[in-house]
């Protein structure tokens, strides 16, 4: 079974400053690991995504993750903030079968950008 | 880029009534659709992949009497939520993959809040 957890629920940063949001994802078969972002009331929209080949995926708006297969993370990180990246952000695993099945979702981390 | 639309955005039923979603892909064909929940300040829960032509396989917990899912047409899946109560008011989003490509990634749809009063 795949599962993913979000380490912090909740983080702030100052504008400008770097943005660090935390996922390890547990898989018993290769994983394909997504980035989503969501903003109030809307769906979402993907910010990257790994499947194969290089461990460091760039994204959409400056954002990109490093896959660590020996520590079973996925981070993503931008080097510096915007007041427009304030939002939820979702990491996700395939489900089972791998390719792009259904997606397991971590529970989601707010991002709050302070001027 | 491939879009996917659901309508309504926002619904207000009475407790008892049934409300239907619908979840188009407008650029693609999708022999697969997702229907999730999602709770406030809470993450997406899968309730049900739709299978265009078939019956849809729904996670374990959920409801298939309460929660009704067809999809006739590769474009078009839509969710209806039978005698709702209180209780169902959520955010729903359906997602959607492109057919003619096995790694192109799931597309969502703008949600939609149901309130059920």
């Known amino acids: 079974a795949q599962s993913v957890t979000q380490l912090g629920s909740h983080v702030s940063v100052s504008e400008g400053a770097l943005v660090l949001l935390r996922c390890n994802y547990s898989?018993?078969?290769?994983?394909?690991l997504f980035w989503y972002v969501q903003y109030p009331n809307q769906g979402l929209q993907l910010l990257l995504k790994?499947?194969?080949?290089?461990?460091l995926v760039k994204g959409i708006n400056g954002f990109e993750a490093e896959f660590k297969k020996s520590e079973t993370s996925f981070h993503l990180t931008k080097p510096s903030a915007h007041m427009s990246d304030a939002a939820e952000y979702f990491c996700?695993?395939?489900?089972?079968?791998?390719?792009?099945?259904?997606?397991?979702f971590g529970a989601g981390t707010r991002l709050a950008v302070h001027p | 880029g491939a879009v996917v639309s659901q309508h309504p955005s926002w619904v207000i039923c009475k407790s008892g009534t049934s409300v239907k979603i619908e979840c188009r892909s407008l650029?693609?064909?999708?022999?697969?659709m997702f229907w999730y929940r999602q709770f406030p300040k809470q993450s997406l829960m899968l309730m049900a992949t739709?299978?265009?032509?078939?019956?849809?396989?729904?996670e374990q917990g959920v409801e298939k009497d309460k929660f009704l899912i067809n999809h006739a047409s590769l474009t078009l899946s839509t969710l209806t939520v039978t005698s709702a109560h209180p209780e169902d008011s959520s955010f729903y989003i359906c997602?959607?993959?492109?057919?003619?490509?096995?790694?192109?990634?799931?597309?969502f749809g703008n949600g939609t809040r149901l309130t059920v009063t």
């Open positions: 997602s959607a993959r492109d057919k003619g490509s096995y790694n192109s990634p799931l597309h």
């Open positions: 739709s299978n265009e032509g078939s019956k849809a396989t729904y």
């Open positions: 996700a695993v395939s489900g089972s079968g791998g390719g792009y099945n259904k997606l397991i």
């Open positions: 790994y499947t194969t080949g290089a461990t």
């Open positions: 650029d693609f064909q999708a022999t697969t």
């Open positions: 898989s018993s078969v290769p994983p394909y």
